[in-house]
């Protein structure tokens, strides 16, 4: 199967009241792990790359990767989204380069750290949109600002001061019928990483009525929760007994993802989980045999980590089993509907 917009994935979830994870991908066994994962639960799937990741891995690995993934799984539908755009020009590279689906992130100006202003979200989001969507392809934006910093993307702010950028709902309206975008990522006091909440998160720092306000307000609208992590201290357990530093920390629990699944939330990003995953497992490896010097040695069980990771979203977040019944759309099929609309 082709890969699909990230759109119809989307809307089968909204109709049947489930929750589809992103996750991050870097190289070939990060998509080998998702696709193991989504084989076993069959569950369709989104698969996303960063700016960073693009420029570690390269757009050509990466889209001969994914174009490998769907050949290899052709009863699952893939769609292949960039994360976190930081302008219009780095998101029509990716459309160029086969993305099905783009993130313009322009909660951030364009040098991923400072908030912007409304104006300029909206006006560079509905660039990205017409341009998009005149090909087909999904747009996902964002208003508010998460906390933390990834790949020097993000205003890296504390676990406090994200409380002071939080999605605004009556805003959220008036962005998502400016802007035109299939998909809204919601502030609600998480970052990125692993540094999310210094203990179990309440309702004071992990702000679910966010959600549920602007469901209330716009229940057809696909929300994204960004940050959204859970960091299972087994994880971290692990790599900690085998040579690692981390301090205790806390992340999304899982039951709040689901609640916001309930009250419209479409995709969930992870990334931070399989990081664990897979570094705890290598560090294992490490420090059971040090005679060893084969990748495949360390590699092997770091893959079966993260795919034992994604298998556990996918049956959380309910995609398990859906992968069947998502009518399959091409890029002309959605240019087609968005040419109509
Ligand atoms: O956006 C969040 C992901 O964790 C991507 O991280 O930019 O370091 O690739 P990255
Ligand atoms: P985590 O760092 O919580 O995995 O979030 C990833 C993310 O939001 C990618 O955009
Ligand atoms: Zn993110």
Not at 154 to 182: I, M
Not at 299 to 306: D, Q, V, W
Request: charged share 25%.
């Amino acid at each position: 199967m082709a890969l699909i917009p990230m759109r119809t994935l989307l809307d089968h979830a909204a109709e049947h009241g489930y929750g589809v994870a992103a996750f991050n991908v870097n190289n070939m066994e990060q998509i080998q792990a998702i696709m193991m994962a989504a084989d076993e639960t069959e569950s369709p799937v989104i698969v996303q790359a960063s700016r960073g990741a693009r420029s570690y891995s390269d757009d050509n690995y990466l889209r001969h990767l994914m174009l490998a993934a769907a050949e290899l799984n052709p009863k699952l539908p893939i769609a292949m989204h960039l994360d976190h755009g930081n302008s219009a020009a780095t998101c029509i590279s990716a459309m160029d380069m086969g993305f099905t689906s783009v993130m313009m992130d322009g909660s951030l100006e364009e040098d991923g750290k400072s908030p912007a202003s409304w104006d300029y979200n909206v006006g560079v989001t509905r660039e990205v949109v017409q341009a998009a969507h005149s090909r087909g392809i999904t747009v996902e934006a964002e208003l508010g600002c998460l906390g933390g910093i990834e790949d020097g993307q993000g205003a890296g702010l504390s676990e406090e001061e994200a409380q002071d950028h939080l999605t605004d709902p009556e805003e959220a309206g008036r962005f998502v019928a400016e802007t035109g975008c299939d998909a809204l990522a919601v502030a609600i006091g998480t970052s990125h990483g692993a540094y999310k909440f210094k203990k179990k998160p309440t309702g004071k720092v992990l702000r679910m009525e966010v959600i549920r306000e602007i469901h209330q307000r716009m229940p057809d609208c696909h929300m994204v929760m960004h940050g959204s992590s859970s960091v299972p201290k087994e994880l971290v357990d692990i790599i900690n007994e085998y040579g690692g530093s981390m301090p205790e920390t806390y992340g999304v629990p899982v039951e709040d993802i689901q609640e916001g699944i309930r009250h419209g939330v479409r995709k969930i990003n992870v990334d931070t989980d399989n990081r664990l995953a897979i570094t705890g497992a290598i560090r294992k490896a490490f420090m059971e045999d040090g005679s060893q010097f084969d990748p495949r040695y360390y590699l092997k069980p770091a893959r079966a980590a993260m795919a034992e990771v994604c298998k556990a979203r996918m049956l959380a977040f309910g995609q398990a089993g859906h992968a069947a019944g998502v009518e399959v759309k091409s890029l002309d099929d959605l240019k087609a509907f968005y040419a109509s609309a």
